[in-house]
């Protein structure tokens, strides 16, 4: 059975998507972005904009009942393969000591600077 997370106060989608989609013991999130309320409302730096597309990422999967800790792959899209470093760093202090498996790309992204999606186990099966 398919549930579709609410997330309360967050961003609402950006088109005819579901933030998050809860099934067999999973939550399948949508690729989070930069936006503070809207497109036109980002942080101005590139670290900024990364801790504020984890926060997003952090508020859906909660709201579907899991966290970053219950997280197990996640796809990060870049549009500037300069700025990993950065990325990674930002990244590391949202995650800690958990590394779940990822995958990187560089892309062309619709005014944004990065989109990171993630399959995570819902907190009551999560290890």
């Known amino acids: 059975m398919l549930r579709i997370a609410e997330i309360p106060g967050g961003a609402a989608a950006v088109g005819p998507f579901s933030q998050a989609v809860v099934a067999n013991g999973f939550v399948f999130t949508a690729g989070q972005i930069p936006a503070i309320t809207g497109l036109d409302n980002q942080p101005e730096t590139f670290e900024e904009q990364v801790r ?45 000591d958990a590394k779940p498996a990822r995958t990187s790309v560089c892309v062309s992204l619709w005014g944004v600077s990065l989109e990171i999606e993630c399959v995570a186990v819902l907190a009551e099966a999560g290890q």
């Open 52 to 96: 504020q597309t984890l926060r997003n990422l952090t508020a859906v999967l909660e709201a579907a009942g899991s966290g970053l800790a219950h997280v197990v792959k996640v796809n990060t899209y870049l549009t500037d393969p300069g700025q990993l470093e950065e990325y990674n760093r930002v990244y590391a202090e949202f995650f800690g």
